[in-house]
């Protein structure tokens, strides 16, 4: 993600390139869940797959919004973190025998994915608050917002039937 | 970390790859926080890495423990997600001309390390539990917890002073 090369002088620099990352794994997410939803067995799962897809759309678009009020251009860069974990999201080869071990597997997968989204629009929103930028705090939170109750559902799903079906 | 291999197929499988997983990323993460220590400038960050280090040390003991009460050899599998969240982590150059944008280039990076530790470690306890090893769920809460309190204590010195005065 660059977040340490020379270009990164100030808090503002910081900022843009955390904006970056993020952008980058939200559309890098918008390619990963049609397929997590085609992979998931159970119908709830494959539903809320689908919801999130719905809302990680809307959350680009709100990145975009922050990017043009904090007069930055719109751009992505190249994130290994995300890259290695949507890898591992993405692996899912349907060649776990049982469906309820595979969903279980999927689920792991996704909230790895969400962790990772809900410590980086932590960091974001303290930085965007910092800079005086509350306006744009307010976009990255209800985007965190969704993460947090994406995270809940997936929990909540494994917790009421795919771990104990599995078990 | 081969989460999705025909090897898996069935919970206990799962549970054993995924303790896997995280067993290679507390070792990797005993390699990677000294250097994170080093290049912090903050005395009360530098000293926080230094703690968590002597946890993460108790953490690899911990999961050996689980292997062997679980009756699994003790082994690590590659993760490119932990890898490239670490990767970040280590990317701190130094180039940085603001020491205080530094210290918060590199809280971020270690709440994202943070972040992938608890995600793997709730979907670690939630199987130990369906698999009836409350024995095993109870030492790796062990290690949760402190990452939990590892992770806060990263946002209360964020918030206290670096992204104060980094702003």
């Known amino acids: 993600m ?20 993020i952008y980058y794994a939200e559309k890098q997410l918008v390619k990963a869940l049609p397929e997590m939803a085609d992979k ?4 709830q799962l494959k539903q809320g797959f689908l919801t999130h897809l719905q809302e990680t759309k809307t959350h680009v678009q709100r990145l975009e919004q922050v990017f043009k009020m904090h007069g930055l251009s719109v751009k992505a860069v190249d994130c290994p973190a995300i890259d290695g974990i949507i890898e591992e999201a993405e692996d899912v080869a349907g060649d776990v025998a049982d469906d309820q071990v595979l969903d279980a597997a999927i689920i792991a ?6 962790h990772y989204e809900i410590t980086r629009y932590g960091s974001l929103i303290a930085w965007a608050k910092r800079l005086g930028r509350n306006d744009c705090a307010n976009l990255l939170e209800q985007n965190l917002q969704e993460e947090k109750a994406a995270d809940k559902k997936l929990t909540d799903i494994a917790e009421s039937k795919v771990n104990l079906r599995a078990a």
């Open 2 to 21: 660059g977040l340490f090369t020379k270009d990164i002088k100030t808090m503002n620099d910081l900022f843009a390139h955390q904006l970056q990352d």
């Open 40 to 43: 998931a067995t159970d119908p």
């Open 109 to 114: 997968a996704a909230q790895a994915v969400e």
